[in-house]
């Protein structure tokens, strides 16, 4: 037993299964079949729903659309004469249609990590300490899949459901988990102490370069100081995580 709390969300389609996952954090699973679909949508605040932010929220709060419910009670014409291009989305995710193909062989653009907390945290020694795992978490991920990104972003929910994001990106892939790290750490001091108590925090590491960090490194050692003569010269470094090619 590893004592790390785990959930899952099952579904029969993309949106439905995310809203699952976190239909009983922290520590469950949760299943919404086709026959429950609708219903469960039905009732969901539209700030759940995929593709609702903040501004969005206040859009349709002001028009009176509030649950999923609120959404379905309107017709094809209305949505497109308030929602424009996104009409149909809206129309068949009010009633738990989600035709987005699932692609698990896709390319990943980012690795993250983030965790609702049991009790609200307002000091930034908590964070740090509860960032601690996530950090450890994504870059235990990214030396596993041989992906190094130059990113780190920062995601804070606030008690009331608001959220942000802080990114930072540094010259080169992160080489290591202290670097990680450090950069995490930056962003946290932008956003405590907070406005309002924090019941979530996230990290994310993207922007992936194709080696890891030792090979890029020898690249740049490669490429520092040679001046330009008009002749072609090929670059190329291989890793146990992969390799990298530079032309110049």
Not at 11 to 24: I, P, Q, V
Not at 74 to 100: K, P, Q
Not at 151 to 179: G, M
Not at 192 to 214: E, Q, Y
């Amino acid at each position: 037993m590893t004592g790390l709390n785990s959930s899952a969300g099952i579904s029969y389609n993309k949106f439905l299964a995310k809203m699952a996952s976190g239909y009983r954090k922290p520590d469950n699973f949760f299943v919404i079949p086709p026959s429950r679909g609708e219903a469960f949508v039905a009732t969901l605040p539209i700030e759940k729903f995929h593709g609702v932010g903040p501004a969005t929220a206040r859009k349709m709060h002001a028009r009176g659309i509030k649950v999923g419910a609120d959404l379905a009670m309107l017709t094809m014409d209305e949505l497109v004469e308030r929602f424009g291009s996104s009409a149909e989305y809206w129309f068949n995710l009010a009633r738990g249609i989600d035709n987005r193909e699932v692609r698990p062989d896709r390319e990943r653009k980012s690795i993250g990590a983030e965790d609702t907390f049991v009790a609200d945290i307002s000091t930034l020694g908590e964070a740090l300490a509860l960032t601690k795992p996530l950090i450890d978490k994504v870059w235990n991920a990214s030396e596993k899949r041989g992906l190094f990104g130059r990113t780190a972003t920062l995601k804070v929910k606030y008690a009331d459901f608001e959220q942000i994001t802080r990114s930072k990106s540094i010259a080169s892939s992160f080489r290591d988990r202290e670097e990680l790290a450090a950069v995490v750490e930056q962003l946290l001091n932008q956003a405590f102490p907070p406005k309002t108590p924090v019941r979530l925090l996230g990290v994310t590491m993207s922007n992936f370069a194709t080696a890891d960090p030792a090979c890029t490194e020898q690249i740049e050692l490669a490429l520092w100081g040679r001046k330009r003569s008009g002749s072609f010269w090929v670059v190329r470094c291989e890793s146990g995580h992969g390799s990298a090619t530079v032309f110049f």
